[in-house]
């Protein structure tokens, strides 16, 4: 995995996670239908963080990557049914799997490892972490039900579009940072900052995943990147530029059914030209810059450095 | 609820255990979505069953009420994606969620309702229940899976069939006897065996489901009912027809892509005619008679009585 290759321990340990998945996932009737997904460029940030936050306590190795193991299949779980809503063909560059099996079955298919999680869960954890991780896979429920009744909103405030991605894609970074910690014995001071660490590095992730559907081609990406705009799905580029200048001529624009290549071209230009993509550039670094301010004050270790360098890599990402 | 007029006491608290599914599923940007399938002609056996098998205990009603509302909203997570896979277009009456809020929206909006129960019963529950739980949730995805691998396959077998129902039905019915005695602070034994009166009374329901399936007008079922056969999915009836004397005849015609009303009358003609109508009651007596065996050495109490009345009517359902 070309993104942890310069840290070999945890490289190691995602290929260990990894190979758990497959052995616990696998279903008489289903096969290894996740094997591809597992085995795909996908970057594991999840379970990466659980393992690397562990790592500032006391730690049981064997405990903490069933956790991170747990978090993945979460992970994957919610990108099935994901797929299913977004008619995505593509994902992590393998077909998806409503592509490849058809959406009806990818609706239990996504049922199905969100119940393993469950049932994985409610044999090792305290009710108190339960409750914890019931809340945050709550919470990614309620933003994507936001999402969708967000839909086709071309009025949708940046406020709100946080406050979907603080729920969906945050929410999980911050339980990973959290529970990686609490799995790892830390104290309770340091799980919260890590918790809250998670939250900040989410959030500049996902704000820079939804700058790079507007900058990268397909290929690079592993996934089609015009999807969102033609799904109805605004993001905070869009959100800016709708908001400013330009956004009359955007609004009228966005509103056609079907898009060719040169009007998603031309949207694409527009969001550019009326400074969708900087602001966006600008608020991303605003959250690593809080996601800095934590880890300045964490206790020195391997895990430090490596938080160091992968925020710092976190506005500079391609794909 | 016509199905419980006669019995007070379950009528009024399966009431309450309404309006407490109604207060405990809002949400902002759903609305009261699933109201009209709390407040539609379902039978809430589940619930009901959580009450009754309560009372043979010293019975905490209120925690009663809560464990069943839980059941019922899990039910109704279940449907709401079977609905999908089905394209049921009615559902206890009335329209289903995914044909109102369209497929997509029908994902999220299960999972929501999952997960809220995830969340409810992380509150409240011990390590060894949730254990028990979990487990139930996932044998109901395995089976759906299972079913749904199993879709146009006419060499399916009665041992097969009763295997998907057992995981799909009669499970959640099990669970919801055996944990409505252990919230009722029943002994072990006795929420054993009513978890296993549960799993008999669950068998002999779905079989009578799927026979109703053939012999009941669309009206009176409340939902489409060749969907089955259209989309692939073969009952007890048919299964026992397809593995008997008319059998090839059949296996070529349940082989056509669309069926019209008439080939439908048709593939029930020869269901009848080749004995799987009867041969799916006898089933379904049998299952009733095991039930009878538990029955008749419960404690006696109103639950018995009423567990004894319910049982004796299982055979004569007309929806």
């Known amino acids: ?16 996670v990894r190979n758990m998945i497959i052995k616990n996932t696998k279903n008489k009737y289903l096969g290894e239908v996740i094997e591809p997904m597992v085995y795909s460029s996908g970057k594991m940030l999840r379970p990466a963080f659980v393992l690397i936050s562990g790592k500032f306590g006391e730690c049981d190795t064997d ?10 299949i979460l992970h994957m779980a919610t990108l099935i049914h994901d797929d299913i809503i977004d008619d995505a063909e593509i994902r992590r560059g393998q ?17 199905y490892y969100l119940c393993q999680c469950f049932l994985m869960l409610s044999n090792d954890y305290e009710q ?50 959290y529970m990686g910690a609490k799995v790892g014995n830390c104290d309770l001071k340091l799980c919260q900052e890590l918790g809250r660490l998670g939250k900040y590095i989410g959030m500049a992730f996902q704000i820079m995943d939804d700058i ?6 397909e290929a690079s990406l592993g996934k089609e990147n015009n999807k969102d705009i033609q799904q109805g799905y605004y993001t905070l580029p869009l959100i800016y530029a709708l ?15 079907e898009f060719t290549k040169e009007d998603y071209a031309l949207i694409v230009k527009m969001v550019k030209d009326n400074g969708g993509i900087s602001y966006a550039m600008q608020l991303a670094q605003t959250y690593v810059d809080k996601a800095f301010n934590i880890i300045k004050n964490l206790p020195e270790c391997e895990s430090k450095t490596m ?8 506005l500079q990402r391609k794909y």
């Open 1 to 16: 995995m070309a993104f942890w290759q310069e840290y070999e321990n945890i490289n190691q340990e995602l290929n260990e």
């Open 63 to 72: 405990k903490l990557k069933k956790f991170a193991m747990i978090i993945e």
């Open 95 to 111: 077909p998806s799997i409503q592509a490849e099996k058809g959406k009806n079955a990818a609706v239990f298919i996504g049922d």
């Open 128 to 177: 108190d972490d339960l409750q914890q991780i019931a809340r945050v896979i709550n919470s990614i429920c309620i933003a994507e039900v936001q999402q969708n009744y967000n839909k086709r909103n071309n009025h949708l405030s940046v406020r709100n579009y946080l406050k979907v991605i603080s729920g969906k894609t945050a929410a999980l970074f911050a339980l990973s940072f």
């Open 212 to 217: 790079l559907d507007y900058l990268s081609d």
């Open 243 to 257: 908001n400013n200048e330009q956004g009359v001529e955007l609004k009228s624009f966005i509103e056609k059914e």
């Open 307 to 314: 938080l160091q360098d992968i925020t710092g890599k976190l």
